[in-house]
């Protein structure tokens, strides 16, 4: 944490090396949380920007509390992109292939097969309620910890791991129910 308090006053000190670092470690976190928000790729990617020039704008006004600085982030990007959906006024699906590692050697019949799995579970997981899909995109694609989660979403972590909870149990429901179906 102490690492942490650091880094915050390096940062509203405008320390060009801590922005760089905090933009290295969090910009592919927060740009696949937001992408798969939005779902498309460049409007992910200025809405990730705009999460890291707001920050970069209000962090001198960020007051140190003990609460991990990513969920302050992260909040950022969630409002972003609340600000976003409610500009647009339509939601799209994501194509999770995207998120595949690219390699010159890939066999096709298994990225054909991760394709098709990726493309299930993104249409799964847009039918779990709102705040069950929050708490699987921040917990997954952006990689935060339950206390962070809960810091982002304003729940106690309690709640995030019951909500946790309850969305893989209906994502297993979801998808064993197609594969039977």
Do not use: C
Request: glycine share 6%; no cysteine.
């Amino acid at each position: 944490m102490q690492d942490e308090e650091s880094l915050v006053r390096r940062l509203q000190e405008r320390d060009d090396e801590a922005w760089t670092g905090l933009y290295d470690e969090f910009f592919n976190r927060v740009y696949r949380y937001i992408r798969l928000r939005v779902g498309d790729r460049a409007e992910a990617e200025d809405l990730t920007e705009q999460v890291f020039l707001k920050a970069l704008q209000s962090v001198s006004s960020y007051r140190w509390r003990g609460r991990p600085f990513s969920a302050w982030l992260f909040r950022i990007a969630h409002n972003q992109v609340v600000d976003h959906v409610r500009k647009t006024r339509h939601r799209r699906t994501v194509p999770l292939d995207e998120s595949l590692p690219a390699t010159s050697a890939a066999d096709p019949v298994l990225l054909a097969e991760q394709r098709s799995i990726l493309g299930q579970l993104a249409q799964s997981v847009g039918q779990l309620t709102g705040a069950q899909r929050a708490v699987i995109e921040l917990r997954f694609a952006g990689e935060l910890s339950t206390a962070e989660t809960a810091q982002v979403l304003g729940k106690s972590p309690g709640a995030v791991k019951a909500l946790q909870h309850s969305a893989l149990v209906a994502l297993r429901k979801i998808l064993s129910r197609d594969r039977d179906g």
